[in-house]
């Protein structure tokens, strides 16, 4: 069973920058597509990046295309979403997880079979 753990939320200005890690035990880690989501209070959970098992596809919702970028090192079996250019709107708890299954990224949460416990990340204006 995989097991992933997210560290680097916290409380940062408008237009700062935070960097996001998840790391992951257990199970073969390049074999795993993995994704950034985050949920609002209220809200449900979204989409925010996905990227395949080599690293050399990516995919970012909208709102974040531009600001965000996930990449990952397989040797150390950690996943990263650096997010630049904050805006209030971007305050959620985030999240890594892991798509076992297939090989093409996939924006449904309901597709991941891991997830991590979760980090938070407050703008303020």
């Known amino acids: 069973q995989v097991q992933l753990v997210e560290s680097g939320g916290g409380l940062v200005q408008a237009g700062g920058s935070l960097r996001l890690s998840c790391a992951a035990s257990?199970?073969?880690?390049?074999?795993?597509?993995l994704g950034w989501f985050r949920q609002a209070p209220g809200m449900e959970r979204e989409f925010v990046a996905g990227?395949?098992?080599?690293?050399?596809?990516?995919y970012y919702a909208d709102s974040v295309k531009g600001r965000f970028t996930i990449s990952r090192d397989n040797a150390k079996n950690t996943v990263y979403l650096q997010m630049n250019s904050l805006k209030p709107e971007d305050t959620a708890v985030y999240y890594c997880?892991?798509?076992?299954?297939?090989?093409?990224?996939?924006?449904?949460?309901?597709?991941?079979?891991?997830w991590g416990q979760g980090t938070q990340v407050t703008v303020s204006s």
């Open positions: 997880a892991a798509d076992t299954t297939i090989v093409t990224i996939r924006l449904s949460p309901n597709e991941y079979d891991y």
């Open positions: 257990r199970g073969t880690f390049s074999r795993y597509v």
């Open positions: 990227i395949s098992r080599s690293g050399g596809t990516t």
